[in-house]
């Protein structure tokens, strides 16, 4: 288990791609490209506009509120659970396992709002990473090996934990 510690917390805070106001902007850009979307809301505009995501991450709340929930039946779906503020192993791994398997769907119990970095770390070059920015906009986020290379940064400011200490401060 990784926690982002507070004095890494700023980094975060900026978008990590290009920030759209807009989500009719983004769509115009996504014809023959393989999509990954990180956050119900997100996700749910992709399908309501006819491109369903290539991979989805989603975890039925956004801003910390509930959401109706996304769901793609015919995707292959992975349970995960991660805390706020955090990565877990099996967020991690499941990250690994969809990037290499479109038609999946990874559902989060507790937050996915982090689970950009592990994506972008796994996804193939030239997949489009798209996620919301709450109260701004959609982020999308194209990856190239120096956007590889800046996930691996950012994932290196997580300090891994003890699973005990994890299951304390996150109750998991």
């Known amino acids: 288990m990784r926690v982002l510690p507070a004095r890494h917390r700023q980094l975060f805070k900026e978008p990590f791609g ?4 807009s989500f009719e902007e ?3 850009q996504l014809p023959g490209k393989r999509v990954f979307s990180v956050g119900d809301v997100v996700t749910a505009h ?7 995501p290539d991979v989805a991450v989603v975890d ?30 099996e967020l ?13 769907v990874i559902q989060v119990e507790g937050e996915e709002d982090l689970a950009v970095v592990p994506l972008a770390m796994h996804a193939p070059l030239g997949t489009i990473i798209l996620y919301g920015q709450p109260g ?13 290379k800046r996930a691996e940064e950012l994932f290196m ?8 200490s994890a299951r304390e401060v996150f109750n998991i």
């Open 18 to 21: 290009t920030l759209f106001l």
């Open 26 to 28: 983004v769509l115009i």
């Open 46 to 52: 992709l399908l309501t506009a006819g491109r369903p």
């Open 60 to 89: 039925g709340h956004t801003m910390r509120q509930p959401y109706p929930g996304v769901k793609i039946p015919e995707y292959h779906q992975i349970l995960v659970k991660n805390p706020p503020g955090g990565l877990t192993e």
């Open 92 to 104: 991690i791994e499941a990250s690994a396992i969809a990037a290499g398997q479109p038609g999946t």
């Open 136 to 148: 701004e906009g959609v982020v999308m986020l194209a990856i190239t090996q120096d956007m590889k």
């Open 157 to 164: 400011c997580f300090e891994e934990v003890s699973t005990s």
